[in-house]
């Protein structure tokens, strides 16, 4: 963790809005500059801005963070509330620390377990998020689509920039 902002209903909003959400879309750019969006499982999310994810060592994501190509995009959509992170990644070797993130689920996608060396925690240390948050579920978000058309005013919701 580095040092962050105090943090802020708002920051709790956006660790409660992403853990709602199991997989999130990690970003990176390519040496050339082009962008590349994967699908991820979040591990952890922590209430200042640090999630924790989990990817093999060998892997093209591994490599260009590895490579110093540390900027990167977090993004979750849910049924009502969608989150960006941006911020920067770093792989990070901690056994102990694999070990309590590693699940059933997270076996689906790596062999060998929390012991096998090409298995590698990523950390993504936010430095801002934005997020978007829309009363109730679909019933609501419709009703107040039908009013926001009705009377030509924006769909209730919440919509904020936070740093992190």
């Known amino acids: 963790m580095t040092d962050r902002t105090p943090l802020t209903d708002d920051h709790r909003t956006i660790a409660k809005l992403i853990k709602g959400v199991r997989i999130a879309m990690l970003t990176t750019a390519e040496a050339n500059g082009r962008l590349v969006s994967r699908p991820m499982t979040t591990q952890d999310v922590e209430f200042d801005g640090d999630i924790w994810f989990i990817a093999e060592r060998d892997s093209e994501l591994a490599t260009q963070i590895a490579a110093g190509n540390t900027e990167v995009n977090v993004a979750y959509a849910g049924s009502s509330s969608w989150v960006s992170v ?34 590698v925690l990523l950390l993504v240390e936010g430095d801002t998020a934005e997020f978007w948050d829309s009363p109730g579920g679909k019933v609501t978000q ?23």
Do not use: H
């Open 142 to 164: 419709l009703a107040n689509l039908a009013k926001s058309l009705v009377k030509k005013e924006p769909v209730d919701g919440e919509n904020r920039i936070v740093e992190l």
């Open 86 to 119: 941006s911020g920067k990644a770093r792989l990070v070797d901690d056994r102990t620390k694999l070990r309590e993130e590693w699940n059933r689920f997270t076996e689906a996608f790596f062999e060998g377990g929390p012991e096998n060396p090409n298995n």
